[in-house]
C-alpha cells in the first residue's frame, strides 16, 4: 500500500508555514516523502529561492510546479463557473484558457525552475486539477513527463488512477461533500493500493483537520509519482 504526499500552493510568503508542515509530517507521522506544489509566477525574492533550494536538497522532498499564478483571470464558459462555484473558486488557471495559452503555462512552470537555479521538476499539478483544453498528445510535447488530474496522473503519457483525497474545506456544505468523497477514495485505495494526499498550507488549522490526522496516521510506505 503506497501513499504519495503533497504539499499545494508553495507561495513566497508561506514558505516558513511549510517547512512547519513538512517538520510535523516528518517528526509525528514518520511521513519521508513530500511533493511540494511550488507556485513559480509570483515575486520569489533571492532568500525565499534559496529557502526552496534547500528544500530540494533535503531528503524525501521533491519539488513540483503548480501552474504559474494559480489564478483564473477570467471565466469564459459555463462549465468553469460551475467549476468555480463547486470546487476551485478563482484557482483553476487553465480554464477558459485556449490551448496555446495552457501550453504557456506549461512552458513557462517547467524554465522557472532552471532559471532560478533549480532542478528541472517532472510533475506539473494543474490548479485544481482542472488541466482544461489540453489533450494526452498536447502533453506528450511538454517537457514535464508526469501530469495529475483528480482522477489520476498520466506518467510517461500512460494513464494511471490514483484516488485523491484532500482537507481544503471552509464551509460546512462543502465539509460533508468531501468527507464522503475521501471515504470513498480511501476505500478505493484499499483496492488500488495507492492514494494521493493533498495537503494546503491551512488544512491544520480547518473543518476537516481531524479527518487530516486520522488518514496520516492511517498511512505508510509513501512514495513518488515517478515510481509507479
Known amino acids: 500500500m503506497n501513499c504519495n504526499i503533497s504539499i499545494h500552493d508553495v507561495r513566497p510568503n508561506n514558505v ?14 514518520n511521513i519521508r516523502k ?26 524525501g522532498i521533491e519539488l513540483a510546479a503548480h501552474g504559474w499564478c494559480h489564478k483564473s483571470d477570467s471565466i469564459k464558459t459555463i462549465y468553469h463557473y460551475m467549476h468555480s462555484k463547486l470546487i476551485s473558486a478563482d484557482s483553476a488557471e487553465h480554464l477558459s ?16 525552475f532552471s532559471n532560478q537555479g533549480l532542478n528541472s521538476p517532472t510533475l506539473y499539478v494543474p490548479p485544481a486539477w482542472a488541466l482544461g483544453n489540453i489533450n494526452k498528445e498536447d502533453l ?26 484532500g482537507f481544503e474545506v471552509k464551509t460546512y456544505f462543502k465539509f460533508i461533500i468531501v468527507k464522503i468523497l475521501n471515504l470513498i477514495n480511501y476505500l478505493l485505495y484499499s483496492f488500488f493500493g495507492v492514494l494521493r494526499i493533498a495537503i494546503h498550507p491551512d488544512d491544520f488549522n480547518l473543518l476537516l ?20
Open 97 to 112: 484558457k485556449s490551448k496555446l495559452s495552457i501550453i504557456k503555462i506549461l512552458n513557462n512552470s517547467h524554465l522557472w
Open 209 to 228: 483537520k481531524r479527518d487530516l490526522d486520522k488518514y496520516l496516521r492511517k498511512v505508510t510506505n509513501n512514495f513518488s509519482l515517478s515510481e509507479l
Open 16 to 29: 516558513y508555514k511549510i517547512i512547519n508542515i513538512i517538520n510535523l509530517l516528518f517528526d509525528k507521522y
Open 34 to 59: 513530500i511533493t511540494l506544489l511550488v507556485i513559480p509566477g509570483l515575486n520569489w525574492n533571492d532568500k525565499q529561492i534559496e529557502i526552496l533550494k534547500s528544500l530540494q536538497n533535503k531528503a
Open 140 to 165: 506528450s510535447e511538454i517537457s514535464f513527463n508526469e501530469f495529475e488530474m483528480t482522477s489520476g496522473a498520466f506518467i510517461n503519457n500512460k494513464f494511471i488512477f490514483i484516488p485523491l483525497i
